[in-house]
């Protein structure tokens, strides 16, 4: 495990969160560990993962919604999606090769990981999709 997830791990266990899975990704050159929990948005539970390495970076991932894309809505999702990666500027919104509705937010950080400003921006997320995930959704489904 990186020192990074480490940390991160030991913020989790020191603040009794248990509300993640961590998985090691042992043969990976960068020793990439993942934590995946849920959040809740409008009564949907959208896996979340968080990935830690030896780079600086980590990166939080929303997987907002499977299969989204269709002739009928695919102007409308993209214009909002550019819109609101245009309004937050720490969210970058994106639709991977199969079509997902993906929410990634990039956490920079040394050898050590701050849980705490972790757990804000996973407020943040939350915060945001609370929010979001009505109009998201409802683009979807015109």
Known sequence: MNKKAEAFQAYLE???????????????????????????????????????????????????????????????????IN????????????IDEEGALLLDVCYISDEEVNGEIVSALFDVIIQHMEEAYKKIMQTVWD
């Open 14 to 80: 020191k603040a009794g969160i248990e509300a993640f899975e961590m998985e090691d990704m042992h043969d990976d050159e960068l020793h990439t560990v993942i934590f995946r929990t849920f959040i809740e948005a409008e009564g949907a539970k959208l896996p979340m993962i968080f990935v830690l390495d030896d780079t600086i970076y980590g990166s939080i991932r929303v997987l907002v919604a499977p299969k989204v894309l269709k002739e009928t809505n695919e102007k409308a999702l993209y214009q909002l």
């Open 83 to 94: 819109e609101y990666n245009r309004m937050y500027k720490s969210f970058k919104y994106c």
